[in-house]
DNA sequence: CTAGGATCCTGTCAGC
DNA sequence: TGCTGACAGGATCCTA
């Protein structure tokens, strides 16, 4: 059974929450909360003791935020940003010291998901240790190097008037191409890639897979939303559920293949991501390389063959 | 209303 | 070697 997601450098975007959702199942699932303990105040929203002394009843997902439902009627909300983590250690593994802990027997034995980094194989809790939750027979650690992720607590009637949840769009694959383009008619001033990123218009996709479906579809990130043809908008929409859907198809299995036995981080994205982090190396379909730029404040990936910023001749793209 | 920039935060790394 | 500043980015807040 695979435990460690180990995606190096890979921020959890929709698929990776996705990842932690099936996989933390198998350990929180149906069992008691024993005690709660937030060590850096920011991280834990809403009153703690809520959150002690209750069941886990089920983990769900929406956009890039975990929900997990409580037996009291509470709902446990989980965001975390750019470098949180989640890492559950068997009680039996916490009890002994570390280092002297195989590294087969710790994949056995804890299920780690998030922003990769040595937290998966050092003692916990440590410095970026934000809150544990303590179980019977192991211990969820959130932790979080930059601070920007929380955990929440809601009344679960309550979730989706939640100002997060409530402004979130649609996730990619319960909109329809012509849904995508509607919305890209009220925003024709933007640039693209700021509108893939915008979690009120569509929900899931963060930096890896905005600049991948933009590559999916052919599309320059810097181009205006109301400058993109019909085709275009169905072709991206299209690019964001194949890359996020192959990337949670792949998930678990995948990433595990990529844990080196002596624990350091494997590349996940190596094997996956056409354009992400690959500048200066070969685009995979017309061998041009691959620059990278910056869109919306953020680092941006294309190739400038496949994804040109003026297309004067319609929309033939037969070279890509 | 929209678009775009600053902000939060800490670890890493290039450059002097 | 050790310091400094740039950079990484999801979501929110603020301004025009």
């Not at 995606?7 to 709660?36: A, F, H, S």
């Amino acid at each position: 059974m695979i435990k460690l997601c180990y995606n190096e450098g890979v921020m959890p975007e929709l698929p990776e929450v996705e990842t932690i959702r099936r996989g933390l199942k198998d350990y929180i699932l149906n069992k008691k909360i024993v005690q709660v303990e937030c060590l850096t105040e920011k991280a834990f929203l809403g009153d703690i003791t809520e959150v002690a002394g209750v069941k886990v009843t089920g983990l769900r997902r929406r956009g890039k935020a975990l929900l997990i439902d409580l037996s009291n009627g509470k709902t446990l909300m989980v965001h975390l940003r750019m470098t949180g983590q989640l890492i559950w250690r068997n009680a039996e593994i916490m009890r002994k010291n570390l280092l002297e802990v195989e590294y087969t027997e710790l994949m056995k034995e804890q299920f780690a998901a998030g922003h990769p980094s040595k937290n998966f194989m050092e003692a916990l809790p440590n410095r970026q240790t934000r809150v544990i939750f303590e179980f019977l027979d192991g211990k969820l650690f959130f932790n979080d190097q930059r601070k920007f992720g929380f955990v929440k607590v809601l009344p679960t009637g309550e979730v989706e008037q939640d100002t997060f949840i409530a402004s979130l769009g649609k996730e990619p694959w319960d909109m329809t191409g012509e849904e995508f383009f509607a919305i890209c008619q009220r925003h024709k001033k933007a640039l693209v890639k700021a509108l893939l990123l915008d979690q009120k218009l569509i929900a899931g996709l963060g930096n890896i897979y905005a600049d991948e479906s933009l590559f999916y579809a052919g599309v320059h990130p810097e181009r205006r939303v109301g400058s993109l043809s019909r085709a275009e908008v169905e072709k991206l929409l299209e690019g964001a559920c194949k890359t996020m859907q192959a990337s949670i198809d792949s998930g678990g299995s995948t990433m595990a293949t990529y844990v080196k036995p002596d624990g350091s981080t494997g590349n996940y994205l190596e094997q996956f991501a056409q354009v992400f982090r690959r500048e200066g190396k070969a685009c995979p379909r017309c061998g041009e390389e691959i620059v990278k730029i910056r869109v919306a404040g953020r680092g941006t990936h294309l190739c400038l063959n496949c994804q040109p910023k003026e297309r004067e001749n319609s929309h033939d793209q037969a070279e890509c």
